[in-house]
């Protein structure tokens, strides 16, 4: 497969993905979170289908487009190990929705990032709340989140808090 299409693949999928969480989380109150800002593709995405909820975004610095960029207010700039562990003891069982997409191709940051994710993420989600990840995780305590037709498990990865 090209790398063209793996891209397709992956944002085919993370697109889904999101829409799919929209539709579960209809009726849930809650925050989004957004891990990773890069050039707020997805941050734009989420803004339009999550568009009567905060939505608190991460990122080492906000270095997207003007138009993509978050409020301060919202924009959370900073290393993850320091920012996540806090944002989440102040959201605890209030966040409807976390999207992370912070991986990279260094091995080792992916695993960093992944344990970072084990120890502090589940606390944040609250009940029926969706974990959604470009990173391949291991939730004991979350559900299977189903995925919509068509969208393989090789390319982005779900996870649902039990309600
Ligand atoms: C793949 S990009 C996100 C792309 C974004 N979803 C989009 O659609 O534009 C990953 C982002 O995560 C951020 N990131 C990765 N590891 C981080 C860390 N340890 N602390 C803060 N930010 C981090 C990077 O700076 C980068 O901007």
């Not at 999101?18 to 809650?30: F, K, Q, S, T, Y």
């Not at 190990?81 to 940051?109: C, K, M, W, Y």
Request: glycine fraction near 8%; aromatic fraction near 8%; charge should be negative.
């Amino acid at each position: 497969m090209s790398r063209l299409d793996a891209f397709v693949q992956r944002v085919t999928a993370q697109r889904a993905l999101i829409n799919a969480a929209a539709l579960h989380l209809e009726g849930i109150e809650g925050v989004v979170f957004e891990v990773g800002l890069g050039n707020g593709r997805t941050f734009d995405h989420l803004r339009d289908v999550f568009s009567d909820r905060e939505i608190y975004v991460f990122d080492r610095k906000a270095r997207a487009h003007d138009d993509s960029t978050p409020a301060p207010e919202f924009m959370i700039e900073g290393q993850l190990t320091e920012t996540l562990p806090n944002l989440v003891a102040r959201f605890a069982g209030r966040v409807a929705l976390v999207h992370s997409d912070i991986g990279n191709q260094s091995p080792v940051h992916c695993d960093n990032m992944r344990r970072l994710l084990h120890e502090t993420i589940t606390p944040a989600l609250c009940p029926g709340g969706v974990l959604l990840s470009d990173l391949k995780l291991d939730m004991p305590h979350l559900e299977v989140f189903p995925r919509p037709d068509g969208i393989g498990a090789d390319w982005y990865n779900a996870y649902r808090a039990p309600a």
